[in-house]
């Protein structure tokens, strides 16, 4: 029960944090699972994103069923789950019962403004990370940087997605032959 | 019954919106039908999940649901579209670690590694375009960035790789409290 506790107060305090949903979560992830407790690797977090990518449902949920599964099965799952949506829903609950108002006030508005910019500089630390983790040697660098060229074409990140994964098989696949 | 339908429509959501939260738009779009909200509301609900905490699918899922149901419509819709997330995720958990040793597994991730890395990038730039760069872009000295907010970008930056064991949310409310007192 304890673990159980432990985990959804874990999670209570990644949805707390998380502004801007899905990839901003990554850099309060690292920090709680990765450096703080050691419950996932900078491996498993990168896996268990595309794999958030490919499955139905946020992302942000996704990642923590996985932590939950990984560390006390079905239960866990559903602690870590209604951990991590706990404050977005009170807050929600809150702003739509008494501030209506809310997204158009002008403090909200200066506020927000600066926290994007606060989350954009957490997330230069992420992808160096991300970046040093999938990126060993040069068939991975091409990868990357065909990833990246997506910026300018409009191609959904689940087919991303799905050719990296194929493209990771057959080079393998093909490495081998050659030896 | 409301809440069934709710819990129903969010399960719906949850089960077909792949890719994360903004792939949640075109059903909530669909909801209007329900009369649970109007367009126009619906795009204020957008603004405010992106201006709060918390997943924007969870929080647009919330805020749909009180306005159908009041608290127990905001609970119930919520825990309609993680259901879906949370039995798919717990299947694809046991298949994974029954394979992920298989050396076709291991490639896969392999190649999924950069690509995330990647990925992450997209989503970031679409960040930095709408906090750093200026909305209407000209070639002038001061047309392209937003001063004030590259400014604090550039320091930020410098500040998380210097700073390692601060939280996160220092650098959160950080950057609120920056916001206001200079009227980003």
Same mark, same amino acid.
Request: glycine share 10%; aromatic share 12%.
């Given at each position: 029960m304890r673990e159980l506790l432990f985990l959804f107060w874990t999670f209570f305090k990644i949805g707390a944090c998380t502004f801007g949903g899905g990839y901003a979560m990554l850099p309060i992830i690292q920090r709680e699972l990765?450096?703080?407790?050691?419950?996932?690797t900078n491996d498993e977090v990168v896996d268990y994103y595309a794999i958030g990518q490919l499955t139905p449902g946020v992302i942000a949920v996704n990642v923590s069923t996985f932590v939950g599964v990984k560390r006390k099965g079905v239960i866990g799952a559903v602690f870590s789950t209604l951990g991590m949506v706990t404050p977005p829903i009170i807050i929600i609950l809150l702003i739509a019962a008494l501030l209506t108002n809310f997204a158009h006030l002008e403090v909200v508005k200066h506020a927000f403004a600066g926290i994007r910019v606060a989350v954009l500089a957490m997330m230069t630390k992420t992808i160096v990370s991300m970046f040093k983790n999938g990126v060993k040697d040069w068939f991975t660098l091409v990868l990357f940087i065909l990833t990246v060229a997506t910026i300018f074409i409009d191609v959904s990140p689940v087919v991303v997605v799905l050719i990296a994964a194929a493209a990771g098989i057959f080079y393998k696949r093909w490495a081998v032959t050659k030896k | 019954m409301i809440y069934i339908t709710l819990f129903l429509e969010f399960f719906k959501t949850g089960l077909f919106a792949? @890719? @994360? !939260?903004?792939?949640?738009l075109p059903f909530l779009y669909d909801l209007v039908k329900y009369g649970w909200y109007t367009m126009p509301e619906l795009m204020d609900m957008i603004a405010i999940a992106e201006s709060t905490p918390g997943p924007i699918g969870v929080n647009m899922a919330t805020y749909a649901g009180f306005n159908a149901g009041a608290i127990p419509g905001g609970i119930i819709a919520t825990l309609g579209l993680v259901t879906p997330s949370i039995i798919v995720i717990i299947v694809v958990y046991k298949i994974l670690e029954k394979f992920k040793n298989a050396p076709v597994v291991q490639s896969a991730f392999y190649g999924l590694r950069p690509a995330v890395a990647g990925l992450i990038i997209v989503a970031t730039s679409d960040l930095f375009k709408l906090t750093?760069? =200026?909305?209407?872009?000209?070639?002038?000295?001061? !047309?392209?960035?937003e001063l004030k907010a590259l400014l604090l970008f550039l320091v930020m930056t410098v500040l998380v790789f210097l700073f =390692? =064991?601060?939280?996160?949310i220092v650098f959160i409310l950080g950057g609120a409290v920056v916001g206001i007192l200079f009227g980003m």
């Amino acid at each position: 029960m304890r673990e159980l506790l432990f985990l959804f107060w874990t999670f209570f305090k990644i949805g707390a944090c998380t502004f801007g949903g899905g990839y901003a979560m990554l850099p309060i992830i690292q920090r709680e699972l990765v450096d703080k407790r050691g419950w996932l690797t900078n491996d498993e977090v990168v896996d268990y994103y595309a794999i958030g990518q490919l499955t139905p449902g946020v992302i942000a949920v996704n990642v923590s069923t996985f932590v939950g599964v990984k560390r006390k099965g079905v239960i866990g799952a559903v602690f870590s789950t209604l951990g991590m949506v706990t404050p977005p829903i009170i807050i929600i609950l809150l702003i739509a019962a008494l501030l209506t108002n809310f997204a158009h006030l002008e403090v909200v508005k200066h506020a927000f403004a600066g926290i994007r910019v606060a989350v954009l500089a957490m997330m230069t630390k992420t992808i160096v990370s991300m970046f040093k983790n999938g990126v060993k040697d040069w068939f991975t660098l091409v990868l990357f940087i065909l990833t990246v060229a997506t910026i300018f074409i409009d191609v959904s990140p689940v087919v991303v997605v799905l050719i990296a994964a194929a493209a990771g098989i057959f080079y393998k696949r093909w490495a081998v032959t050659k030896k | 019954m409301i809440y069934i339908t709710l819990f129903l429509e969010f399960f719906k959501t949850g089960l077909f919106a792949i @890719g @994360g !939260g903004m792939a949640t738009l075109p059903f909530l779009y669909d909801l209007v039908k329900y009369g649970w909200y109007t367009m126009p509301e619906l795009m204020d609900m957008i603004a405010i999940a992106e201006s709060t905490p918390g997943p924007i699918g969870v929080n647009m899922a919330t805020y749909a649901g009180f306005n159908a149901g009041a608290i127990p419509g905001g609970i119930i819709a919520t825990l309609g579209l993680v259901t879906p997330s949370i039995i798919v995720i717990i299947v694809v958990y046991k298949i994974l670690e029954k394979f992920k040793n298989a050396p076709v597994v291991q490639s896969a991730f392999y190649g999924l590694r950069p690509a995330v890395a990647g990925l992450i990038i997209v989503a970031t730039s679409d960040l930095f375009k709408l906090t750093i760069l =200026k909305q209407n872009l000209t070639w002038a000295w001061n !047309g392209i960035f937003e001063l004030k907010a590259l400014l604090l970008f550039l320091v930020m930056t410098v500040l998380v790789f210097l700073f =390692k =064991k601060v939280h996160p949310i220092v650098f959160i409310l950080g950057g609120a409290v920056v916001g206001i007192l200079f009227g980003m």
